[in-house]
């Protein structure tokens, strides 16, 4: 489904993707984990077409296609999506409207009838319910006002109701307690399905106690420095990055 | 006011001529207000950029046009619809004709019960008891060069009467068509607005031009807000970018009245509004709504004055817009507190989103408060469409053009969400969306 090939990205000048091959086949959970710095949410915006980074090798193939040379709104109907780290807030923008706007957009490239208010509504309410997510939430412009834990289980909601092929969960468990956490995960989980794969971007071990993934990868200073089953994960909680960023020290010097 | 005499200064002959020119109906108050409106205006003169309230808006260009007194212009109703803005609101509406109310264009005859409107000229004939309290006398003139001017040279208008109690469901418009061709002529409508004790009413003035040929518009509207009544009153301004358009509106609010007050400025070549209410009795509460759109070369100068002349007054001022190309937008904001008018609660913003980076904007408010227990804040923002505002509509499969509407849509949304005739909003967001949408002057550069 999701092909990384050698890729390397720049932001401000700054090299900080190293050269990243990594590939995610249909229904499989991936985790990517690294320390503060080591490009984790830089490889989650350049795989959703943040402009800020500048690519300057590699390639990344999404179901065959070339997934660097799509606009991010070309990205998203095509299937991918990506939980933002910091959701944006947007005032004046009603949450609703929207996500009927998005929804409707992806139905179209897909060759679907866009939904009327009605079955809009009633995909929203069973979907809404997966993140326990306040209705009144829904007439709120984006985000605004909303906590931190409103704004990921947002986030989650949003993926709910426009099903994506990929998802890119970014930090989502950053800042939430655990029963936040546990709402995301189950939201999370209620979406597995053998056709859909979900690539997990944190700092924490902890979430991949509730999502748990088929494999896990260690990104230090924007390289891959290990792969593994989830074993590794619970490794690393045992140890921290520091044995693995004193490996990359000596191996690089 | 400093005010200085300098050689810069047009002269404001022509214009006085012109006005000196124009028959005043035989009521004698109302020939001795016009003579003393004309020697004022002949004492003022245009205004300079050394005045203190036109420091950033140049009129001098004025004083290159060779402006004519207008025709008297008979339009069809076909020609009416060739202007997409004259269509009408699904309400009663009067046509004023460069100035001059035109009987045969309007549609009045499903007037709600209690709501008069007639011509200006023929009110003056039939009761001029009721005009003698207002007309000329709720805008005042004095330091007022355009105010002035309109007052010594209307030739007719609009008298919009509402007898206490009436509740009327539907607004009413008065819709002011400008019509050129060719001739620069200079139109001074003048509307008078009386909402008698405990009414209720709402009234919508546009003012279009016919053609795309340079004409000044010289506008004012005197507002009566009586004891309890409410009053919500719209004033488009979508004029040709070559026109000149000075817009004054005064409104005078007795105890417990609320007047709002909507100013949409879609620019004339250059465009002046000064919207003003003075709060005259206690618990009044006013609210001043602004959207301008700016593109091109177009200038905008809004500028504000709540009178806080009562205790227990609220006001509430929004004033939103949106800047393109080298557009050149002004917003000044007055708010006086007057010694007794203890508890007022007045607010005021002013948010402006600049779509390119030649586009200009002075925003100043300006609080003079004489009393002691008052609540007065002020705020103003200028920004741009936020790249990952954008960047996040897009990430949901919302593309580029879509996601800047969504966002130019949800910045003007909290001031057209105040105009409550559904039409009327309808139209205003779909100009708005026009006017910036990509391909536009206003869109091009993003």
């Keep these: 489904m999701l092909k990384i090939e050698n890729l390397h990205a720049n932001a401000e000048g700054k090299e900080i993707l190293k050269g990243i091959t990594l590939e995610v086949g249909r229904g499989q959970v991936h985790a990517i984990m690294g320390p503060n710095g080591s490009g984790k949410s830089t490889l989650a915006g350049v795989l959703a077409g943040r402009e800020c ?24 109907r095509a299937g991918v999506f990506m939980a933002f780290q910091y959701p944006v807030e947007i005032p004046g923008v009603s949450n609703l409207y929207f996500l009927k706007a998005a929804l409707n957009a992806i139905r179209k490239h897909r060759g679907e009838e866009e939904l009327d208010a009605m079955d809009f509504m009633s995909l929203v309410k069973t979907r809404i319910k ?38 890119i969960l970014d930090e989502t468990d950053s800042g939430l307690d655990i029963d936040a956490l546990r709402i995301v995960a189950r939201g999370v989980n209620s979406l597995r399905s053998p056709e859909r794969s979900t690539l997990v971007v944190t700092h924490y071990q902890r979430l991949l106690n509730y999502i748990v993934p088929d494999f ?13 089953d989830r074993s590794l994960a619970l490794e690393l909680e045992d140890k921290g990055y520091g044995w693995l960023e004193s490996e990359v020290g000596t191996a690089t010097s | 006011m400093a005010r200085t005499e300098s050689k810069e200064r047009v002269s404001p002959s022509g214009l006085a001529a012109l006005a000196a020119g124009i028959a005043a109906p035989e009521v004698l108050w109302l020939k001795r207000l016009r003579q003393s409106a004309l020697r004022r205006f002949e004492a003022l003169g245009l205004p300079t950029t050394r005045d203190e309230e036109w420091r950033q808006t140049n009129v ?15 339009l069809s109703r076909a020609d009416l619809d060739t202007m997409p803005a004259a269509a009408g609101l699904g309400c009663p509406r009067a046509v004023v004709v460069n100035g001059r109310f035109d009987a045969s264009l309007s549609d009045l005859d499903d ?44 030739e007719d208008g609009t008298v919009v009467s509402i007898a206490p109690r009436t509740i009327a469901e539907t607004p009413i418009e008065i819709l002011h068509v400008a019509v050129a061709g060719g001739l620069s002529p200079a139109i001074h409508p003048r509307t008078l607005v009386v909402a008698g004790d405990s009414s209720q009413a709402a009234v919508v003035e546009t003012y279009l031009s016919l053609d795309g040929e340079v004409h000044l518009t010289n506008a004012v509207t005197e507002i009566v807000v009586g004891e309890n009544a409410i009053l919500d009153h719209a004033r488009i301004q979508w004029e040709n970018d070559r026109a000149y358009h000075f817009g004054a509106v005064q409104a005078r609010q007795a105890r417990a009245s609320r007047y709002t007050n909507h100013n949409i400025a879609f620019g004339a070549a250059l465009a002046r509004n000064d919207v003003g209410s003075v709060l005259e009795g ?5 609210t001043l709504n602004g959207l301008y759109l700016a593109t091109g070369r177009q200038h905008v100068d809004n500028h504000t004055i709540l009178d806080h002349a009562a205790p227990h007054c609220p006001s509430r001022e929004l004033y939103k817009g949106i800047l393109s190309g080298r557009a050149h937008v002004v917003f000044n904001g007055r708010i006086v507190v007057r010694p007794g008018a203890q508890k007022t609660d007045a607010k005021q913003s002013n948010n402006s989103l600049l779509l390119s980076n030649d586009a200009l904007i002075h925003t100043r408010p300006q609080l003079e408060i004489y009393a002691d227990d008052v609540k007065c804040t002020h705020g ?6 936020e790249d990952d505002a954008l960047f996040y509509l897009r990430t949901r499969g919302i593309d580029l053009d879509e996601a800047r509407t969504l966002l130019i849509r949800g910045f003007v949304g909290d ?3 105040r105009i409550a005739h559904a039409p009327l909003r309808a139209r205003l967001a779909e100009r708005v969306l026009a006017a910036t949408a990509p391909g536009t002057a206003a869109g091009g550069d993003a």
């Design chain 1, 53 to 76: 980074y500048e690519v300057t090798d590699g390639r990344v193939l999404y179901e065959g296609r070339d997934l660097l040379e799509m606009a991010p709104e070309d990205r998203a």
């Design chain 1, 130 to 167: 997966l993140v326990e997510m306040d209705e009144s939430l829904l007439g709120r412009a984006i985000n605004e006002g909303f906590s931190g834990g409103e704004k990921k289980r947002n986030e989650i909601f949003q993926m709910a109701v426009l099903e994506p092929a990929l998802a």
């Design chain 1, 216 to 228: 896990v990868h260690v990104l230090v200073d924007g390289r891959i420095v290990r792969s593994g």
């Design chain 2, 60 to 74: 001098q260009a004025l004083g290159e046009i060779r402006l004519t007194r207008p025709e008297v212009a008979t």
């Design chain 2, 111 to 154: 007037l709600p019960a209690g709501l008069q409107v007639e011509a200006l000229s023929r009110a003056l004939r039939s009761r001029p008891e009721l005009l003698e309290p207002s007309l000329g006398r709720v805008a005042p003139f004095e330091n007022r060069a355009f105010t002035a001017l309109n007052t010594a040279a209307f």
């Design chain 2, 282 to 286: 206690e618990g009044a509460e006013a």
């Design chain 2, 380 to 385: 103003a923002t200028i920004g741009h469409l």
């Design chain 2, 415 to 417: 001031v057209l969400d």
